[in-house]
């Protein structure tokens, strides 16, 4: 009897066995895409991708598949790194908020040294890819890392500048992008740079809007008041129209090889005007409803405008 069962029995063993592993895995994965904030980096990542493609000239900056593999490794990897080391150095902030408390640090999915370790593989893994496309856009990677853990995060229970000094790494990856393609960084990296800075006021006080409430649980200053006031409105609506106006720059002339046609710039003017009547309409309302729609429009906005750079491009 028993030797009839035995095989069945080490089936069985082997089935769960696999089953355990799969299932190892798929939650390594999990911890993983939550540490670096997956679907952070991938948008973060996109800009990258925009800012290379607008980059590239066929005579004199070819389009490299490898260089944009390494590109989108690397740039994840800087990200992914960085939101890292701040869940290692905010962990004991992130589990008074309801919506950072499941963190794989706070929540004992990851220890303290296991996701330092992440962060640090994850840094080398980035600058040394970066490195190999140029020196200068491993520069601007490890300066994005240096920025967005040694100044802003620890600045957010400080002031509410942090927001301004967080605007700086966030505004790097779109001309990152543009640095990995030319070895340059001139005034069509610099106009990128100035596009999704100004944007990122906007955005990150949208935030700061509608979670007012989490972030005053752990003394983060996101708002440049401190409250969800009509100065803080009226700063968005101001920091909004800087946004199209350095948006609109390229239909000018004066930034070098970035231009795009009057079509697109009518079109980028019109994405503009939708993104600032959500500015307008927090203005009058200023509800944390509001607040997140005009978070969601910023986010298409960014999205768009960049697909609308690249298409201009390569049809005209």
């Known amino acids: 009897m028993i030797c009839i069962f035995a095989p069945l029995y080490n089936e069985m063993k082997t089935a769960l066995s696999t089953a355990e592993n799969t299932f190892s895995l798929r939650a390594a994965f999990t911890v993983f895409t939550e540490i670096t904030k997956a679907r952070l980096a991938v948008s973060v990542l996109f800009s990258s991708i925009a800012g290379y493609l607008l980059g590239v000239d066929g005579e004199y900056y070819p389009f490299q598949w490898d260089v944009l593999l390494m590109l989108c490794i690397g740039g994840y990897c800087m990200v992914g790194a960085s939101n890292a080391y701040n869940q290692v150095i905010e962990r004991d902030l992130d589990i008074l908020m309801d919506r950072t408390k499941n963190r794989p640090v706070p929540s004992g999915k990851l220890t303290v040294n296991q996701a330092l370790a992440i962060a640090i ?10 490195y190999i496309i140029n020196p200068m856009s491993a520069m601007f990677g490890a300066i994005s890392i240096f920025l967005y853990t040694s100044l802003y995060t620890p600045l957010k229970t400080v002031t509410p500048l942090s927001v301004f000094v967080g605007a700086f790494p966030g505004a790097i990856p779109f001309m990152l ?16 740079f100035l596009i999704q800075f100004f944007w990122q006021f906007p955005h990150f006080w949208a935030i700061g809007w509608f979670l007012y409430n989490d972030y005053e649980k752990a003394g983060f200053f996101m708002l440049p008041t401190g409250k969800k006031d009509k100065s803080t409105s009226l ?4 920091y909004t129209i800087w946004m199209i106006i350095a948006s609109l720059l390229p239909s000018l002339g004066y930034t070098g090889r970035l231009y795009i046609t009057p079509v697109a710039a009518v079109i980028v003017f019109l994405l503009g005007l939708w993104m600032l009547f959500y500015a307008f309409k927090l203005y009058k309302l200023r509800t944390p409803k509001a607040a997140r729609t005009l978070m969601l ?11 609308v750079y690249i298409i201009d491009k390569f049809i005209r």
Request: charged share 5%.
């Open 177 to 192: 992008g543009w640095v990995a393609a030319t070895n340059d960084f001139g005034i069509e990296a610099g106009s990128l």
């Open 297 to 307: 429009v910023s986010v298409s906005y960014i999205t768009l405008l960049q697909l």
């Open 235 to 238: 700063q968005i609506i101001l």
């Open 121 to 130: 593989v994850l840094t080398i893994i980035g600058v040394v890819l970066l």
